[in-house]
């Protein structure tokens, strides 16, 4: 058995059908009684619905309801202005990755508490890492401190996810796990995460898409992305993170939409040097035949997502740049990142080829 360092992370989480009548509590148990709700211009009635919940417990002390893609500083601005102003003790994001990036940026600028519903199977909830961006340019940083104190899984909240996001965000909390199963820093606890975690988004968003009215597949999701959110906020990320921020950094492609495309590609570069990573994968997807990439393909099959990054806009003649980006400065990878090879995986997830 190897060596390895665990640290678990803190925060509370309060899963099941039903749990956003539990917010009040959540709140008042650790004396809090002044949040301010945020959510996109797209999720006010749920962020009202979560106001009428709170109201009579707790004071709402407004809702900012303009929580924006890739976290825009401007917008963080705004909102902690709104924040100051409404005298809050503390925030509630309502939504995707989106919302609880800006819950996270207030909180991390104020020590504000934040508490998060999560309504899509990003896994930012239970990651201590922030993306934010200014003046076009994104940039991530890493604090514990960004961590949200409690996360209440709900999963009535998803029921509205469309089937076809329900599945690309599903692939792109299975990527966080399948790179933690090959991370430097990994270990057999998350090991487990991720395993279950992969298994119960690879059987459940198949069974989504057939009826995206299910409630039983779509607990089992969010089962699924909080661990897979736990690998990515505990372990680092590799290639396919690397890939994936590069392409929709430079060249504007849609986040979950890339990482769906892009992963069988990176799970067939780095095959010859993760044996045991192979080996857990194919057990965690249903149809692998023991062969993870076999298992990646049938699921991104079953699902129907579009698998050729041209339909997201990536030209031909982007694929060299791409490919120079993504072997500057790289992450750490199981396999060395050489450009030609890392050329050709991105034209074959350009072409959309099946990943072998
Ligand atoms: P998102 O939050 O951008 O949401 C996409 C759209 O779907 C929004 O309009 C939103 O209002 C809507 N939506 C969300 N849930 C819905 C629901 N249940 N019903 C109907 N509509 C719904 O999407 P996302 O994929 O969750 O998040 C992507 C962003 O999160 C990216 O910026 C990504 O970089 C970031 N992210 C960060 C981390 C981290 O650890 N920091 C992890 C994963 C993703």
């Known amino acids: ?34 949040p301010l709700i945020l959510c996109t211009p797209q999720q006010t009635l749920q962020a009202e619905d979560l106001r009428e919940i709170l109201d009579g417990e ?36 309502i939504g995707g990755g989106s919302t609880i990036g800006l819950g996270k940026a207030l909180s991390f600028r104020t020590g504000l508490y934040h508490l ?9 909830e239970v990651t201590p890492i922030l993306g934010e961006t200014q003046g076009g340019r994104k940039t991530t940083q890493s604090d514990p401190k960004i961590f949200p104190g409690t996360v209440v899984y709900d999963v009535d909240l998803t029921m509205t996810l469309p089937a076809g996001l329900s599945a690309t965000s599903g692939v792109n909390a ?11 820093n990994g270990n057999p606890v998350i090991n487990l995460l991720a395993v279950d975690g992969i ?45 994936c921020h590069t392409l929709g950094g430079s060249f504007n ?23 045991e990573a192979l080996a857990l994968l194919a057990q965690a997807l249903p149809e692998s035949d023991g062969d993870a990439i076999r298992g990646h393909n049938v699921l991104l099959q079953k699902l129907g997502i579009k698998r050729d990054l041209k339909s997201f806009g990536l030209k031909e003649e982007d694929i060299s740049q791409a490919a120079d ?13 050489e450009r030609d090879p890392i ?14």
Not at 174 to 184: D, K, Q, S, T
Not at 256 to 272: F, G, K
């Open 1 to 34: 058995m190897q060596d390895f360092k665990y640290q678990a992370n803190p925060a509370r989480v309060v899963f099941g059908k039903g749990s956003i009548r539990k917010v009040p509590e959540e709140l008042l148990r650790l004396g809090l009684t002044k």
């Open 58 to 93: 707790v004071t709402v002390a407004g809702v900012f309801a303009n929580a924006t893609m890739h976290t825009p500083v401007e917008v963080t601005d705004s909102a902690l202005k709104v924040a100051k102003e409404s005298g809050c003790d503390s925030v509630v994001s």
């Open 116 to 124: 998060c519903i999560p309504t899509t199977y990003a896994g930012s």
């Open 174 to 184: 299975i990527a966080h796990a399948v790179e933690a199963l090959y991370a430097r």
């Open 199 to 243: 298994k119960a988004l690879a059987e459940a968003l198949p069974q989504i898409i057939q009826d995206p009215s299910a409630a039983g597949p779509r607990a089992r999701a969010q089962y699924g992305a909080w661990l897979c959110g736990t690998c990515l906020g505990s372990v680092g990320m590799s290639l396919h993170h690397k890939l």
């Open 253 to 275: 492609l849609p986040h979950a939409e890339t990482h769906t495309v892009v992963l069988p590609h990176v799970v067939a570069y780095n095959a010859p040097k993760i044996p």
């Open 325 to 337: 980006i993504a072997v500057s400065n790289p992450y750490w990878n199981p396999r060395e990142v």
């Open 343 to 356: 050329k050709e995986l991105i034209r074959r997830a350009w072409a959309g080829e099946e990943a072998r």
